[in-house]
C-alpha cells in the first residue's frame, strides 16, 4: 500500500522534473512525471494512437503500455481516484491488421523488441494465415500489442477504471475533449495517418477472418461498441 506521504513526495519531484526539465524539453523518451503535473493519466493501450496522442500532449512517450492495475498500485488511493484517467480504443479488426504489419514490417516508431517479434513469429506469413492459423485465445497473450483492450483498462476486481474512453475513429474530437479537461492547448501529433483509415484495411477480410476476430475479441466489441465495418 502507498502511503500518503510516499506519494506526495512522488509528486512533488516529479511534477518539479516535468516543469523544469521535460515541458520544454521533448524527446523520443518514456516518462510519466506529466501525469503529476497534470494531474491525469493516459493509458497507452498498442496500436491505438497513443504514440499520437503522448507526444502531443507530454512532448514524450509517456508511460509506454502500463495496464491501469499499475497506476493503481504506483498511486496513493486518493490520486488514482482524483486523476483524469483516459485512453484511446480502436476498431479490433483494424487494430488486428495495424499490429500485424507494425510488427511484421516495422515502422516509424518500431523498437528493436518489436522488430525481434514480428521476425520470430511473422516472417514468412500473411495476414490471412496470421488470422486464421496463429492468432488463438493462447497466442493473443503472447505480446501486449495482441493483448485484447480491455486487458489495459480493468484493475484486479475487473472494472473498467477510464474516466474517458476515446475512439481513434474520432480522434479528432475526442483529443480535443481531453486537451480541455486536463488543460494543454495543443494540436494532434500526426506519427501515422494512414492507420485511421480503416476502409481499404477492412477489405482484406474474408468471412472466416471476420468471425475469428470477432470471436477472440469479443470483449472489447462488446465493451466499446464496434461492428466490422465501423
Known sequence: MITYLKDLKRKIKYSYVYRFKELNNPGEYHSIKAFDYYRCVFIHIPKAAGMSVNKSLFGNYGGSHKTIKFYKNLYHI?????????????????????????????????????????????????????????????????????????????????????????????????????????????????????????????SVYTADMISKIRELYAEDIKLFQYKFNE
Open 78 to 202: 486518493n490520486t488514482f481516484n482524483k486523476y483524469f484517467k483516459f485512453t484511446f480504443v480502436r476498431n479490433p479488426w483494424v487494430r488486428a491488421y495495424s499490429t500485424f504489419n507494425y510488427l511484421k514490417y516495422g515502422g516509424k516508431n518500431a523498437n528493436e523488441r518489436d522488430l525481434t517479434f514480428g521476425r520470430q513469429h511473422f516472417k514468412d506469413i500473411n495476414f490471412e494465415t496470421f488470422i486464421m492459423k496463429w492468432l488463438n485465445k493462447e497466442s493473443m497473450y503472447s505480446y501486449e500489442h495482441l493483448y485484447p483492450q480491455y486487458y489495459f483498462l480493468k484493475d484486479e476486481n475487473g472494472i473498467i477504471c477510464c474516466d474517458f474512453i476515446g475512439k481513434v475513429e474520432n480522434l479528432d474530437v475526442d483529443f480535443k475533449i481531453i486537451t480541455k479537461k486536463i488543460g494543454i492547448n495543443t494540436k494532434l501529433y500526426e506519427t501515422n495517418t494512414s492507420n485511421r483509415k480503416s476502409n481499404d484495411v477492412l
